[in-house]
């Protein structure tokens, strides 16, 4: 979201250094099969951004440098990618773990009938945004029709043996804000979904995550439109919390864009702030080694503040788990 860029980078967060890599999250592009109100990635059926079988070979040789634990498949809608089962096999058969950041609706696609039967077959870990428990929530931020497409798909993976324990076939759920304003405690509204899925509907999963949302793209475009960006930054800095700068995610995650260059934060991909090595404008992941980041400073800017206000907020939920 350009026009809010300059705000954005006039800021004070705190400086921040890497420690150990240990997931690289790859965009494999912006096409979408939804438009939804929050979507930092401005993502949806339109866009043209995908991922290269080049880029795609490049990526998977860094799985083998980096020895990265983690592999975490995002867009977009990951699954949209001629690519994405290539990538699960080549992560699963180095044994990393392998994320699947899917929108759930996207299941229900032409080409995608198999899908939920593939990713159980691999043990992906399937983390599913589902940003409220209430259909008309739901279909207000995603589009008409998503809260129950989504409930339907969410009975085909809980079929399939997710989220039911010993099964080693992990559903997570993602709650987001439905404006300007923090999520709630974790801990708390993960009981409320859980019990309102399971009597209503007869569905579960392991966990939900909570996440705050950023003031970039489409999210900051509605926050600009309706005169709530200033408010919006505000509230995040006045809720820092210094606790929460230790388990940010850039401290261990990368993110790959489509083109294969590699940014801090999947926020820093859309708002353009590369990392830089050397003095050279942009790394590619076809450069990145083991240590090549290892102690390196991070990129911050102002939505950084997203990431350490309240209970913080990372691509694994909440940061800090005590105030809950």
């Not at 990618?81 to 392998?98: D, G």
């Not at 579960?204 to 408010?231: D, H, K, Y």
């Amino acid at each position: 979201m350009h026009a809010t860029l300059p705000l954005l980078l006039e800021s004070d967060f705190p400086a921040l250094r890497r420690a150990r890599l240990e997931t690289l999250q790859v965009n494999l592009g912006y096409r979408c099969n939804q438009s939804c109100l929050h979507c930092h990635v401005n993502a949806g059926p339109k866009r043209t951004e995908i991922m290269d079988a080049a880029t795609v070979d490049a990526v998977i040789a860094c799985l083998d440098r980096t020895g990265v634990d983690t592999l975490d498949l995002t867009g977009g809608a990951p699954e949209l990618s001629p690519h994405f089962r290539r990538l699960v096999l080549a992560a699963r058969e180095r044994n990393i773990e392998v994320i699947d950041r899917c929108n759930l609706t996207v299941l229900l696609e032409p080409g995608q009938q198999d899908t939920a039967r593939f990713l159980a077959e691999h043990s992906v870990k399937v983390v599913a945004s589902l940003p409220c428990y209430l259909e008309q929530n739901v279909d207000a931020q995603r589009g008409d029709g998503v809260f129950q497409d989504s409930l339907n798909v969410l009975r085909q993976l809980n079929r399939l043996g997710y989220g039911k324990p010993g099964s080693g076939l992990t559903l997570e759920l993602v709650y987001n804000p439905q404006g300007a304003m923090l999520p709630p405690p974790q801990q708390a509204l993960e009981l409320d979904y859980k019990l309102h899925l399971a009597n209503e509907y007869g569905i579960i999963f392991n966990r939900l995550l909570t996440l705050a949302n950023m003031p970039i793209q489409r999210f900051g475009s509605t926050l600009v439109s309706r005169g709530e960006f200033a408010g919006y930054m505000e509230l995040l800095r006045d809720a820092h919390q210094d606790s929460n700068l230790a388990t940010v995610m850039c401290r261990s995650l990368v993110s790959i864009d489509w083109r294969g260059y590699v940014y801090d934060c999947d926020f820093n991909q859309m708002l353009d702030l590369p990392v830089r090595i050397d003095g050279e404008p942009r790394l590619h992941v076809s450069g990145l080694e083991e240590t090549t980041l290892c102690n390196a400073s991070i990129r911050v800017a102002d939505h950084c503040y997203g990431c350490t206000a309240g209970q913080g907020s990372s691509c694994g939920g909440a940061l800090d788990k005590t105030t809950e």
